[in-house]
C-alpha cells in the first residue's frame, strides 16, 4: 500500500492538515507548556520535525510500517515507535496529539 495516495503527501513532506491545524496544535502546546510531547499517529513524522524544531521534545509513534520508515528516514534524530492508539507507549507526556 502506499500511503501517499491515501494522506496527499509525500515521504517527507506536511500534509494538507499543516496548513490549517498545526498553528492551532502550536498555539495550544505553548498555552499549556508543554515541553514533552507524544504524536500518535505521526505519519510521516511532519508535525514531530516541525514541533522539534520549535524546542519540543517530541516522540512520534505510528502503526504503519511504511510511513514510519518515512518518518525515520525523514528526521533520523527524533524516536519514533511502532505504536497504534490502542496501545500503550508505557512513557510519562505532558500532552498527546
Known amino acids: 500500500m502506499d500511503c501517499r495516495a491515501d494522506f496527499k503527501c509525500g515521504p517527507t513532506e506536511a500534509p494538507h492538515t499543516g496548513g490549517y491545524l498545526w498553528g492551532h496544535i502550536i498555539s495550544l502546546c505553548a498555552a499549556l507548556h508543554a515541553r514533552r510531547i507524544v ?3 505521526c505519519g510521516n513524522g511532519a508535525l514531530c520535525r516541525e514541533l ?3 524546542g519540543y521534545e ?6 504503519s510500517a511504511e510511513r514510519l520508515h518515512f518518518a525515520q528516514r525523514g528526521a533520523p534524530g527524533l524516536v519514533f515507535h511502532r505504536l497504534g492508539v490502542d496501545e500503550d507507549p508505557s512513557v510519562n507526556w ?3 496529539l
Not at 58 to 63: L, N
Request: glycine share 14%; aromatic share 0%.
Open 58 to 63: 517530541v516522540v512520534g509513534c505510528e502503526p
Open 94 to 96: 505532558q500532552r498527546v
Open 39 to 41: 504524536d500518535i499517529g
Open 52 to 54: 522539534a524544531s520549535r
